[in-house]
């Protein structure tokens, strides 16, 4: 009996490593600019998409982690930008972070954050980036199934580099609190993020595929 795996790569070879984000650019706008200033420009989107999504922070009780937009930011932006683009938005957001911009939720700021109990969050923000990225070059986000896939494994990403981190850092190892306080409390707050993302790609390539001249 043969076991098939599911294909990675969903595209044909012409369309392979294009994103959503590809065709944010009007082709007026985009026929001014080069390749650079072009990707620059999708870069700086996308972590002005993150640093907007942190506004959106609050605590509920003594919980050292806040309820934040930050995952839908990070995925949105990655699943629009793929694995590069997508990637140097999240090291770019951490690095204003660190520099002194309070960009991060409850509008905190510094290395301190980084390296505290919530910080693995954020690292894992950027290896979630990259993974979701490189799926939406490879077409997962063109599909409501493939999107979800996508998002969900950025989702699972964030929490695997987060919980831990906050395990050694608040709890003095007990991964056990760090789960109960670190990742039960935000299921159905991520799902329905999870869900919003989920919805937006399928969609924005249903409109694309509608606009002439775009592909």
Do not use: C
């Not at 993974?131 to 969900?152: C, F, K």
């Not at 390539?205 to 606009?211: I, K, M």
Request: hydrophobic share 55%; no cysteine; net charge positive.
């Amino acid at each position: 009996m043969t076991i098939s795996m599911p294909r990675l790569d969903r595209l044909p070879a012409r369309e392979r490593g294009l994103t959503i984000g590809d065709f944010l650019v009007p082709i007026r706008v985009s026929e001014r600019l080069n390749t650079r200033a072009r990707h620059l420009a999708l870069i700086l989107i996308g972590t002005l998409l993150i640093v907007l999504s942190a506004k959106v922070s609050f605590y509920v009780g003594d919980n050292p982690v806040p309820f934040t937009g930050q995952t839908f930011g990070v995925l949105l932006a990655a699943g629009a930008l793929g694995f590069r683009r997508a990637l140097a938005s999240t090291l770019l957001y951490l690095a204003i972070g660190v520099a002194g911009f309070a960009v991060f939720a409850d509008n905190r700021h510094g290395l301190d954050v980084v390296l505290g109990a919530t910080g693995g969050y954020l690292v894992g923000f950027v290896v979630a980036s990259a993974l979701v990225g490189r799926l939406a070059e490879l077409g997962w986000d063109r599909t409501v199934l493939g999107a979800v896939g996508a998002m969900l494994i950025g989702s699972v990403t964030i929490y695997v580099v987060g919980v831990p981190w906050l395990a050694f850092s608040a709890f003095g190892g007990d991964l056990g609190q760090a789960i109960a306080k670190g990742l039960v409390p935000f299921l159905l707050w991520d799902a329905v993020k999870l869900a919003l993302a989920a919805a937006a790609f399928p969609a924005a390539w249903w409109f694309v595929g509608r606009r002439p001249g775009d592909r």
